[in-house]
């Protein structure tokens, strides 16, 4: 269980310069299948299937110190932890507990003959601020889900985005580098043996690219990075066909992202439907609908449909209070023969191995490009493009290219102007100076400069939209172009 890569490096988590050993690690297990040999479910028999993922983030802030220029970044957590006074900061223990007890909870459930199911996705700014902060107890607990040999088919991690960036408004090589310095600080934490049992991705927000350019580099970076799966919200879709709502939310779907150049990449990607996340979860809902389904045919296979939900595993009572002895109720009295809990990795194993293709997988694409396609010729370029988008908004003011997300009314451009401009200031800068004249990854300049470039995209900044948030966000965007100013010649 111990680490190949160095977890801190000058003072820093480990975000980049192993390119070279991730790629090869991903490789050589790229074609293994990761829960097939231990999984307990007998597919054939059951009529349907479950699965829960936990939502796990905090941003780091400039906020470790009176002076907003000259503050420490910390974590959000190790902040509401020193003000217990401000807010709703009283509740920090309470996510702290939230972070560690699924390292307790399904180590228990197994002790006790049963089969405990749970993804887990974590972003990189709460697992540095967590060791940052001294909480290497809740890291060492996660450390054995990660790591045992005998809890893998329980617990399935997820990757992420490093900084918690909304996939359609980070620049497209910004996003890549995100995907990449997750896979380094997890490799550092758990293992690169860990960290090639990661396949399937969580986005930010839920939050997917619906303009063609950005949505065929954001399949093509997951590709890129390894990964077989996406997670994506059911109002983020439409079928390839006829732009209609998929027909079967419940059984996996083939994303197709084209190009204005006429280039196609594709991804498997799994439905979170629609609803209020938290409560969902933390009644377990998911359980309970499934298991008034039934199987379905697809292909030509009789296959259990799975019902997905993610929420934040920390925020609101429910979660907080609620979901352990729901999820203990639900654990304990789960049929395994009928309708299980399951990983979506050890679904997506057991329905392949049972003869179904990612061929034979229903086609969809991100919202609203079907009227795209109906219009442009295929590799009509980047400038046609973007004529036959502007004159869809001219026809249609609710016509956009904004992605989706959690929620169907929320716009992550519109009203960010703040934030976004000294972003978008920061990445070029970043790509000029860095990119561009290929500085080594490995180098602790380029290390700085990446760190606070990818503190700086968090949601959080966005979010919230002004106020003492949008400070935060300027102010780490200011400090990484002046690392890039003053560090690279």
């Known amino acids: 269980m111990t680490s ?3 977890e801190i490096v000058d003072g820093l988590p480990n975000l980049s310069g192993s390119d070279d050993v991730i790629v090869q690690a991903l490789a050589a297990s790229r074609d293994q299948p990761v829960f097939l040999r231990d999984s307990r479910v007998p597919f054939h028999q059951i009529r349907s299937a479950s699965a829960v993922a936990l939502h796990m983030h905090q941003p780091l ?30 509740n920090a223990p309470v996510f702290l507990r939230c972070y560690q007890r699924m390292g307790e909870i399904v180590p228990q459930l197994l002790e006790e003959g049963k089969q405990p199911r749970v993804m887990l996705e974590y972003s990189g700014t709460l697992l540095y601020g967590l060791r940052q902060m001294g909480c290497g107890e809740v890291l060492d607990s996660l450390r ?14 997820l990757g992420a985005p490093w900084g918690h960036p909304v996939a359609p408004s980070t620049p497209t090589q910004d996003y890549r580098l995100h995907v990449r310095a997750w896979q380094h600080h997890f490799a550092a934490l758990f293992g690169v043996e860990a960290m090639t049992r990661v396949r399937g991705f969580s986005p930010s927000e839920m939050a997917l690219p619906n303009h063609p350019d950005v949505a065929y580099e954001f399949v093509r970076t997951l590709n890129d990075c390894g990964y077989r799966w996406v997670l994506v919200q059911e109002h983020t879709i439409e079928r390839r066909s006829d732009g209609a709502p998929p027909h079967f939310k419940h059984l996996p779907h083939r994303l197709m992202c084209s190009n204005s150049s006429g280039e196609t990449a594709s991804i498997v990607a799994v439905i979170k439907t629609q609803g209020s996340d938290t409560k969902l979860v933390g009644q377990m809902q998911p359980y309970y609908e499934a298991q008034g389904l039934l199987r379905i045919d697809l292909a030509g296979h009789s296959v259990p449909p799975l019902v997905v939900q993610i929420a934040d595993g920390e925020n609101g009572g429910v979660m907080m209070n609620e979901f352990p002895g729901k999820y203990f109720d639900v654990v304990r009295n789960a049929r395994l023969q009928e309708t299980p809990l399951m990983n979506v ?37 980047p400038q046609r493009l973007e004529q036959v988008i502007a004159d869809l908004r001219r026809e249609d003011d609710r016509f956009n290219m904004e992605g989706g997300s959690w929620t ?4 992550w451009v519109r009203g960010y102007e703040d934030v976004l401009g000294p972003m978008e200031a920061a990445s070029a800068l970043f790509h000029e100076k860095a990119l561009c004249h290929k500085v080594d990854p490995g180098e602790p300049r380029y290390r700085n400069a990446l760190f606070h ?20 966000g300027r102010e780490i965007c200011r400090r990484t172009k002046d690392i890039l100013t003053y560090d690279f010649p």
């Open 4 to 6: 190949d890569l160095t």
């Open 61 to 90: 802030l400039p906020a470790g110190g009176a002076d907003l220029r000259s503050a420490r970044i910390i974590g959000n957590l190790q902040h509401m932890m020193e003000h217990p006074g401000v807010g709703d900061n009283h």
């Open 144 to 157: 054995v889900l990660a790591c045992r040999a005998d809890y893998r088919h329980a617990v399935e991690w």
């Open 345 to 381: 990795g050890e679904y997506l194993d057991q329905l392949f191995a049972a003869g179904v293709t990612v061929a034979d997988l229903p086609e969809i694409q991100p919202v609203r490009q079907k009227r795209i396609w109906d219009r442009l010729p295929a590799g009509a370029g």
């Open 408 to 411: 169907s009314n929320r716009s």
């Open 453 to 472: 470039l990818l503190a700086s995209q968090t949601s959080c900044y966005r979010y919230w939209g002004q106020g003492t948030w949008t400070d935060y």
